[in-house]
C-alpha cells in the first residue's frame, strides 16, 4: 500500500533520515520501534509531506506521493494521529473531533462518521459537549485516536500513543488498536513500548540514528535479540 524507498529528509541542513526504505502492506499493523531521537516521528513527518525529501521517493498504492499536499493526502485516506495527542484543550470533544473530518470530501459522512467513533469511545459520547482539557491523559489518547477516525482513514500513522500512560491505560490504548486491526484498518505504529508493540504487530522495523537496523516480520522476532539490538548503541 506503502511504498518507502531510500528517503533522506531532515530539517533544514540537518539530515535525520538516512536511506529509509519501508513497506506498508494494506491490513496489517507495521510497527517503527526505536530509541528517543531515532528519527521515527520525523519520518511519518515526510510520509505526510511535512518535510521535502532530499532523496527517495514515498508511493501510495503505486502512485508517488511527492508534491501532494499534507491536506490532498488526508482526502486520498492517509491519517497522522500525532505524537502527544495535540488536542484542542478549550474546545469541545465533539468539536475535537469535528476537526478530523475536515477534508471536503469527508464533510458529508461525518455525522455517520461520529457515531462510529462514538461507538469505540462510548466515554466521548458520554462527555461529547465537555472541554478536552478536563480528560484524562488517556482519555485524550482516546479523542485523538478518534479524531484520526473522523476521516475514515484507510491508513493510519499512529505516533507513540503510549507515550506517558499508566500501564493499565496503556492496555486500553493498545485493545483499541487491536479492535481497529481486527476492523481491516492499515496502521503504521510507533512505539517505545516494544513489547506492546510486537503484540498487535505484523510487520516490524527497529530505526537508530535515522536508519533501519532491523526489518523483520512480527512473528519471526526474538524480543531478547531485539532489545539487545536497541540497547547496542
Ligand atoms: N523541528 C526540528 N528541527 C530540527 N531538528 C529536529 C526537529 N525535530 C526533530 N529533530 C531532530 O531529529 C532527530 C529525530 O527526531 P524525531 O524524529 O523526533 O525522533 P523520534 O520520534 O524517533 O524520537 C532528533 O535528533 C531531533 O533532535
Ligand atoms: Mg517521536
Not at 2 to 31: C, F, H, K, P
Not at 105 to 116: S, V, W
Amino acid at each position: 500500500m506503502l511504498e518507502i524507498n531510500g528517503v533522506r529528509a531532515g530539517y533544514g541542513a540537518i539530515n535525520v533520515l538516512w536511506d529509509v526504505s519501508m513497506q506498508v502492506t494494506r491490513g496489517e499493523v507495521t510497527t517503527i520501534v526505536g530509541p528517543n531521537g531515532a528519527g521515527k516521528t520525523t519520518l511519518l513527518r515526510a510520509i505526510m509531506g511535512l518535510l521535502p525529501l532530499q532523496r527517495g521517493q514515498i508511493e501510495l498504492d503505486g502512485k508517488p506521493l511527492s508534491g501532494v499536499s499534507t491536506w490532498d493526502l488526508l482526502a486520498r485516506g492517509i491519517a497522522m494521529v500525532p505524537e502527544g495527542r495535540l488536542i484542542f484543550r478549550d474546545m469541545s470533544i465533539e468539536e475535537n473531533l469535528m476537526m478530523g473530518a475536515f477534508p471536503k470530501a469527508k464533510r458529508a459522512a461525518a455525522h455517520a462518521q461520529l457515531d462510529e467513533v462514538f461507538t469505540l469511545f462510548p466515554l466521548l459520547k458520554e462527555r461529547r459537549a465537555l472541554q478536552a482539557g478536563t480528560l484524562s491523559g488517556g482519555q485524550a489518547q482516546m479523542l485523538a485516536l478518534g479524531r484520526g477516525l473522523m476521516s475514515s482513514p484507510e491508513l493510519m500513522l499512529i505516533d507513540e500513543p503510549s507515550l506517558g500512560l499508566a500501564p493499565v491505560i496503556v492496555q486500553e490504548v493498545f485493545e483499541i488498536l487491536a479492535r481497529l486491526k481486527a476492523a481491516g484498518r492499515t496502521i503504521v505504529l510507533v512505539e517505545q513500548n516494544t513489547s506492546m508493540a510486537l503484540r498487535i504487530a505484523d510487520q516490524v522495523y527497529l530505526m537508530q540514528g535515522g536508519k533501519i537496523t532491523l526489518t523483520q516480520r512480527a512473528k519471526d522476532v526474538n524480543i531478547d535479540t531485539l532489545h539487545d539490538l536497541y540497547f547496542a548503541r
